[in-house]
């Protein structure tokens, strides 16, 4: 129960080569990506209308100091999750909420609310397996279930229409999608929001994760 909690409130592959030749063939570098985190997380124009952006969206850290205003406590608790990627390789991150209500705006991603909401996260890595490895690990305290693993709403793999390292959770008053792609992680939160909003949000961010 503890673990669902966690889950609605706020990866590891490994990939074998097998050759007939005994000759070394070095692992390409990831290449060069052509969107950075702010330009991959949701825009207004992304957005359902009767939703507002909030201030502090754009790169994390300028998120993080917003967010220390009205919580400090909840400021510090992002901050160390956020530390967490950046120890796992994160170069850079980026996010963008969006409320129907300004009082929204300062609350914890995943948190149980009537109010309208989404939320993006977006991190850039230095390569894919430092991207995969944080996913597996968890984003902002989502982490997602172990293979073969069954929790009502949940859904892990090729099945979320987000590739092998993605996992979902849909329910009415929240869904949730976190996915690795190239060298980026993304999150999605989104609240009170119908199937519809859920899908655009997670297919405009995927197509910009290049």
């Not at 909401?117 to 430092?130: G, P």
């Not at 987000?162 to 959770?169: D, M, V």
Request: charged share 10%; glycine share 10%; with cysteine.
């Amino acid at each position: 129960m503890h673990r669902l909690i966690a889950i609605i409130a706020l990866s590891a592959l490994a990939a074998c080569q097998s050759g007939t030749h005994p000759v070394f063939s070095p692992i390409p570098p990831s290449p060069t990506p052509s969107n950075s985190p702010t330009s991959a997380i949701l825009q207004p124009a992304d957005i359902p209308s009767g939703l507002k952006v909030c201030l502090g969206s754009g790169p994390i850290d300028v998120y993080i100091v917003s967010l220390a205003h009205a919580d400090p406590g909840l400021a510090a608790k992002v901050g160390s999750q956020w530390q967490q990627l950046v120890d796992g390789g994160a170069t850079g991150g980026a996010i963008s909420l969006f409320t129907a209500t300004p009082a929204a705006c300062g609350a914890e991603l995943g948190a149980a609310s009537n109010v309208k909401s989404v939320t993006a996260f977006v991190a850039i890595f230095a390569d894919s397996a430092q991207a995969d490895r944080a996913w597996g690990s968890g984003v902002f305290g989502f982490v997602p279930p172990a293979p073969g693993e069954i929790l009502p709403g949940a859904v892990r793999g090729t099945d979320t229409g987000l590739g092998l390292s993605s996992w979902t959770y849909d329910r009415s008053n929240i869904r949730l999608a976190s996915w690795h792609k190239s060298v980026f992680v993304a999150l999605v939160v989104v609240g009170n929001l119908d199937a519809a909003a859920f899908k655009a949000a997670t297919a405009a961010i995927d197509a910009r994760l290049n």
